[in-house]
Each structure stands twice: as structure tokens, then as C-alpha cells.
């Protein structure tokens, strides 16, 4: 059974740095690319950042572009996401991605039978 578990999740200041892991399990997924999104109250969740499975290309929305940064450890089953320079509007609950299919990097962002984690939740305070 396919699982991902995610973590290190939290209240922060604004400004400050919080690193979320991702621990999959189930599966072998080195060869595959994983991906966060995230989900703020009263809105849709949205793509946050995506890598290949090697983890050479990245991919990441707009809005956190220079103050995020994805990572993986293949042979752990694990991804990151570092998060710099938070704000309050990064405050959403995270959730972790696995591609079920080989996909490319930028096809995470819209895939919909992705595994998904349940989720830690990031608040910024201002």
C-alpha cells in the first residue's frame, strides 16, 4: 500500500524558514517525479513545486519562485521542500506528491492520479 507521509510542519514568523520531508512508502518511486501543493482555506489547492526523478530539473508556480526549493533523496523515498522569506499568504495546508505514471516534471503541476500525503499544515504569522 502506497503511503506518503509528510512533516515538519508548523508555525513560523514571517520572514522566517521552515523544510518539509516527505517520506513515501509502498512503492519504489526513485523513478518517478514528486511534487508539493498546497491548499489555503477557502481555496483550491494549488501546484507549489515539482522534481524529476533524477531530481536535475525542478519546476516551480510563480509565486514561489526564489524562496523555495525542492529536493529528493532517492534511495530514501523522500522529498523536501525548503521554504524561505515566508509570508503570510504561503500559511495553507502542504501536500506531497508522487507521480503514478511517468510523467514529466512540468505534467506534475496538472496530473490527477497522483499518490498524495495527508498534508502538514504551514501557518505564517505577520
Known amino acids: 500500500q502506497v503511503q506518503l507521509v509528510e512533516s515538519g510542519g508548523g508555525l513560523v514568523q514571517a520572514g522566517g524558514s521552515v523544510r518539509l520531508s516527505c517520506a513515501a512508502s509502498?512503492?519504489?518511486?526513485?523513478?518517478?517525479?514528486m511534487a508539493w501543493f498546497r491548499q489555503a482555506p477557502g481555496k483550491e489547492r494549488e501546484f507549489v513545486a515539482a522534481i524529476s526523478s533524477t531530481g536535475i530539473n525542478t519546476y516551480y508556480a510563480d509565486s514561489v519562485k526564489g524562496r523555495f526549493t525542492i529536493s529528493r533523496d532517492r534511495p530514501r523515498n523522500t522529498s523536501y521542500l525548503r521554504m524561505n522569506s515566508l509570508k503570510s499568504e504561503d500559511t495553507a495546508a502542504y501536500y506531497c506528491?508522487?507521480?503514478?505514471?511517468?510523467?514529466?516534471?512540468?505534467?506534475?503541476?496538472?496530473?490527477?492520479?497522483?499518490?498524495w500525503g495527508q498534508g502538514t499544515q504551514v501557518t505564517v504569522s505577520s
Open positions: 509502498g512503492r519504489d518511486f526513485s523513478s518517478y517525479p
Open positions: 506528491a508522487a507521480a503514478a505514471r511517468i510523467i514529466s516534471t512540468q505534467a506534475m503541476s496538472v496530473a490527477s492520479d497522483n499518490y
